[in-house]
């Protein structure tokens, strides 16, 4: 499991032993004082201590990497956060005139104070067993160069197995992508010749990215990262904060979820008149390239003969296209045959915000797009999107010149570099309107 993936179950958990510990402060204080002492107008304390203190928690980031590392810290944030929760619980007994045992309540808050502090020591220990006191999961990638291996790093000799991010080849920055996609950091030491290519894979990866420089090319000057004894320059932070994530995909599933089972009797009529209409599947599955530039199949409905579908997505769908069935050519014009990659949304391969995800052979003009600019490596540092800052400006349809791609990467990286969750709410507000659009065919 990916670093990431067990700190966000150890967060969990950490807030559950801090919730169980104020359970444990309150039940501690009952043991002196009956239930109606620690009320407000027939309301327990603690059931409104607990929304306050995980409110608190999550201000004062108790659940986060640099708690995972230190034990003190951690305690101080835990105790800092149970503190505004008390302080908050006396002004709202005053403001409501309530009559609260002051010897309860103060049991109550010593008795967690307590139980916090105990519940850290615990969880330190697991955090401990599960990760063996290391947060980040770190890897040093060597290509080509000798470099000092730092204690506390996996390593791993790209250079002997020929490995690196040839952005001519898809397949290997794929394969390299998912040699590095669960860790936190990456460092690279490489030739001059391969740095280009690795500072762009870096740029446009969802992980934290460094390139390690030779002594004296930084002058000493700005500390911009360091791997050992090695200065790096570091080219990317990884994904988006914790919190901008649960944001981002609880919007995907709230959306989604409703969506889909909103939507299945459509999806039943356009499946039954394709198959009516042609033989083959009703769904057509196509790789693409998606977060951290690996490769994923997005599901689509059929619109074209079987025969005919192209699967490498080098030929672009045009007005009047021969390979389009009728029903293909409606559900094409109204955007219908987009629908099923809200299945690729609810498995996590995509968002329903983001660049869109383009197949491997497509052509701008007679380019491939990375070909148009090794820039294009960069719009997959985060999920691709059912809809798109390109697509409500009006950039959709076939890349017939260069022009037309840089146009849709202009806004992939504008978007990517001012996310936020209402960004992605007014793009799908906005996409409304452009559903059925003059270069959907």
Not at 146 to 155: A, I, K, N, T, W
Not at 300 to 319: I, Q
């Amino acid at each position: 499991m990916a670093a990431r993936d067990v700190r966000l179950l150890l967060y969990a958990l950490s807030l559950v032993m801090d919730a169980a510990a104020i359970v444990g402060g309150f039940a501690i204080a009952l043991l002196v004082r009956a239930p109606e002492w620690l009320t407000a107008r027939g309301h327990s304390l603690l059931s409104i201590a607990l929304p306050l203190f995980v409110m608190f928690s999550i201000a004062r980031e108790v659940q986060s990497v640099e708690t995972l590392q230190s034990r003190s810290l951690a305690i101080g944030r835990v105790l800092t956060a149970w503190a505004a929760t008390a302080v908050l619980l006396v002004l709202l007994t005053f403001a409501l005139n309530s009559d609260v045992s002051r010897l309860g309540f103060a049991l109550t808050f010593v008795a967690s104070a307590g139980l916090l502090v105990v519940s850290r020591f615990v969880f330190d220990g697991i955090f401990w067993a599960t990760m063996k006191g290391r947060a980040i999961s770190r890897v040093l990638l060597i290509d080509g160069v000798d470099c000092v291996r730092p204690d506390g790093m996996d390593v791993i000799d790209v250079g002997a197995a020929g490995l690196w991010p040839d952005l001519s080849r898809p397949e290997l920055v794929d394969l390299v992508s998912r040699m590095v996609a669960d860790y936190d950091r990456v460092v690279v030491a490489c030739t001059e010749d391969h740095r280009r290519a690795w500072s762009m894979f870096l740029r446009g990866s969802d992980v934290g990215g460094e390139i390690i420089l030779e002594p004296g090319v930084l002058q000493g000057a700005v500390a911009i990262g360091q791997c050992g004894e090695n200065d790096t320059l570091i080219l990317s932070r990884g994904p988006l904060s914790l919190s901008s994530r649960i944001q981002k995909r609880a919007f995907d599933l709230v959306v989604t979820i409703p969506l889909l089972v909103y939507l299945l009797p459509l999806f039943a009529v356009v499946a039954v008149c394709i198959k009516l209409e042609s033989r083959g599947p009703v769904f057509f599955r196509q790789v693409r390239v998606g977060q951290g530039n690996r490769q994923f199949k997005i599901l689509k409905f059929r619109s074209m003969r079987v025969e005919a579908s192209d699967h490498n997505g080098a030929r672009s769908a045009s007005r009047d296209d021969d390979r389009v069935t009728r029903v293909g050519a409606f559900i094409r014009r109204t955007s219908i045959d987009e629908l099923p990659q809200l299945i690729n949304v609810l498995l996590g391969d995509m968002s329903l915000v983001g660049p869109r995800p383009h197949a491997l052979g497509s052509l701008a003009g007679q380019s491939l797009f990375w070909e148009v600019t090794d820039r294009y490596w960069l719009r997959h540092a985060q999920k691709p999107g059912l809809t798109g800052l390109a697509q409500i400006r009006g950039f959709r349809g076939s890349t017939d010149k260069a022009e037309d791609l840089t146009q849709r990467l202009r806004c992939d990286l504008e978007y990517l570099d001012n996310w936020s969750i209402w960004t992605d709410l007014l793009i799908c507000l906005k996409t409304l309107r452009v559903i059925v659009h003059k270069n959907a065919y």
